[in-house]
């Protein structure tokens, strides 16, 4: 069965520190990973797809198929990433995405 | 382009009454979904339209809960009757999806229901 694992709720670091919000995943298949954001009173958006492979507002996530997980990264967070960040899974072909629970992220000044 | 538009925003009803919900999807995309979001939990997928055909009503509660897109455009989500337990957001998005693939997904502000 499809499923998502965000396992912290809440990240807080301080400004200009690294972050990394983790993401596992439960597919047989060949999927299809997304970092979706909603930053305050905005809708949720897309931050990035890992087929990409591109770095969007500094973030960067990979694919690691091995510990089926695919971490968003950051080296420098800015106050302005403080957002609900969501991991998301598609399987190929079935386009059912399914969502994990969200890590609020803080970034302190 | 306004983006993927919802309503209403916000409705407050008393249990047992009937409530529905408005997406109107970007202009194109061809694929439309609905999500229930519960508070501290991510998105939810109830029902996912190709066009006007339902491809994927799995998880949508077909004995209070019912969807349509007329003409693969609009979409309308209802329930009923509502019950204390589907309060929530309603959440619609829209994509172009292509063979194999998901497209990026386009979401509405949602719709926060409150059943009292």
């Known amino acids: 069965a499809q499923r998502v694992t965000q396992p912290e709720k809440l990240l807080s670091v301080f400004k200009g520190a690294p972050v990394e919000l983790k993401c596992n995943y439960s597919y047989s298949g060949s999927p299809e990973l997304f970092w979706y954001v909603q930053y305050s009173r905005q809708r949720l958006q897309l931050l990035l797809r890992h087929i990409s492979r591109e770095s969007i507002k500094g973030f960067t996530a990979d694919l690691n198929k091995g510990e089926t997980s695919f971490h968003l990264k950051k080296p420098f967070a800015q106050e302005e990433d403080s957002a609900m960040y969501y991991c998301a899974l598609s399987g190929h072909g079935g386009f059912k995405t399914i969502f994990g629970a969200g890590t609020r992220l803080f970034v302190k000044a | 382009e306004a983006g993927v538009v919802q309503s209403p925003r916000y409705k407050i009803i008393e249990k047992k009454q009937p409530v529905a919900f408005w997406c109107n999807p970007i202009?194109?995309?061809?694929?439309l979904y609905w999500y229930l979001q519960n508070l501290g939990q991510g998105p939810e997928l109830l029902i996912r339209y190709e066009n006007e055909e339902a491809v994927d009503d799995s998880q949508l509660p077909k004995d209070r809960f019912s969807a349509e897109r007329l003409k693969g455009v609009d979409s309308t989500l209802k329930i009923q009757p509502a019950e204390l337990g589907d309060s929530a957001v309603y959440l619609c998005a829209s994509s172009l999806a292509t063979s194999g693939r998901v497209g990026e997904q386009y979401f509405g502000p949602g719709t926060r229901l409150t059943v009292t």
């Open positions: 202009s194109g995309h061809n694929t």
